[in-house]
């Protein structure tokens, strides 16, 4: 049953102690009326249990924002969450993705990740059309869901606060993916939880990778900041440099990225955390750590990417499908899969924050090997 400040109640006494249950937790949708997030969808959740998050519907659904207690988590790039009608996709010969970037999670798919390449078109059986100029992260960052549902869902004495929706990559001449997503956290949580189930809805054979950009700035990332994670080898490094300790912002600066082979439990499930042990909270002590929890059986690799520029001081945690190498690697690996009509792949991801000395502790002889 929820525990919500500090009591523990069935459904039936949180009514007699509160009429509307959305004073204490709930999901709501509203719509920026300003700026260049003008007309952009969100919902934003409140577990009641000091965890609240915001999701943006018309940007994949991804989640934009992570509070807990009052203090943010994740990171806000410079153009804001400005509106898909804004974004410039085929802009600076591939680097459109970059003037919209923001958000605790982008999303990159759903049939390229990582440079901008081209590629071959003949599974699509076009004439006019024998190539494909992938961007930057590929195009599903920006699209917007189609919203299917959201709100509370009881179990008996059990409560989530969820929401479903769809989102589509498609083309005449080209690819049909649909990613399936669903965001939840208990009542009274700590955790959002997230599914995803992309599917070839087309009938020509598609090709398929994912990666999550999970972007981490002030507070949670520090001079000192550190990353918890059972690594057994780091295999390709993008530039040199210590990517366990984190630096200040500085500038100019250039951007560093590392892929990390981390151990997975028996569950094939991977934990990894950012720790600031120095930061300090007046309601909850010392310690603030961001956890991300992914299934390895579908996200194989997982990369850390640092860029302490002044000003845009941010570093992501990302699982991903395919292991460094390009585009013309995964296709012969069999790391990227051309799904099939009607194929799909799903894939699992938690995030939680920890806050206090105790609970950092506990995190930390959890994730790091003795």
């Not at 390895?296 to 499908?321: D, H, K, M, R």
């Amino acid at each position: 049953m929820p525990k919500l400040f500090g009591k523990s109640l069935t459904r039936a006494e949180l009514n007699t102690y509160c009429s509307d249950p959305s004073l204490l937790f709930g999901v709501d949708q509203f719509t920026f009326q300003d700026g260049p997030e003008r007309g952009v969808r969100m919902l934003r959740f409140r577990t009641g249990g000091g965890l609240e998050f915001d999701v943006i519907l018309d940007r994949a659904m991804d989640i934009a924002s992570m509070r807990h207690g009052g203090v943010p988590v994740g990171w806000h790039g410079p153009a804001g969450f400005r509106h898909g009608a804004y974004h410039e996709p085929e802009g600076e010969d591939g680097l459109g993705w970059a003037r919209s970037a923001s958000g605790l999670v982008s999303t990159c798919g759903l049939d390229h990740i990582h440079a901008p390449v081209e590629d071959t078109a003949d599974h699509y059986h076009y004439d006019l059309k024998d190539r494909v100029a992938h961007k930057l992260h590929g195009r599903i960052s920006f699209a917007p869901a189609r919203l299917r549902s959201y709100g509370v869902e009881w179990s008996g004495d059990e409560a989530v606060i969820f929401a479903e929706a769809e989102i589509r990559q498609a083309a005449l001449f080209g690819e049909q993916l649909s990613l399936i997503r669903r965001i939840e956290a208990d009542v009274g949580g700590q955790t959002i939880r997230q599914t995803d189930t992309v599917t070839n809805i087309g009938f020509d054979p598609t090709p398929h990778a994912i990666l999550y950009h999970v972007n981490l700035g002030y507070p949670v990332l520090d001079e000192g900041t550190e990353l918890w994670a059972d690594i057994r080898s780091t295999p390709w490094t993008l530039r040199d440099g210590d990517p366990i300790i984190h630096g200040k912002p500085s500038a100019p600066y250039e951007q560093r990225v590392y892929e990390h082979d981390v151990a997975a439990g028996a569950d094939g499930m991977v934990s990894v955390a950012l720790a600031n042990q120095s930061f300090v909270s007046p309601q909850h002590g010392s310690g603030l750590a961001f956890e991300l929890s992914y299934d390895s059986n579908t996200l194989p690799a997982f990369f850390q990417w640092q860029y302490f520029q002044s000003g845009n001081y941010v570093t992501a945690i990302e699982p991903c499908s395919t292991h460094a190498g390009s585009r013309a690697d995964w296709l012969a690996k069999g790391e990227m899969p051309m799904l099939a009509h009607g194929e799909s792949r799903t894939y699992q991801l938690a995030m939680t924050c920890h806050v206090g000395e105790g609970a950092l502790n506990d995190l930390k002889a959890r994730l790091m090997p003795a």
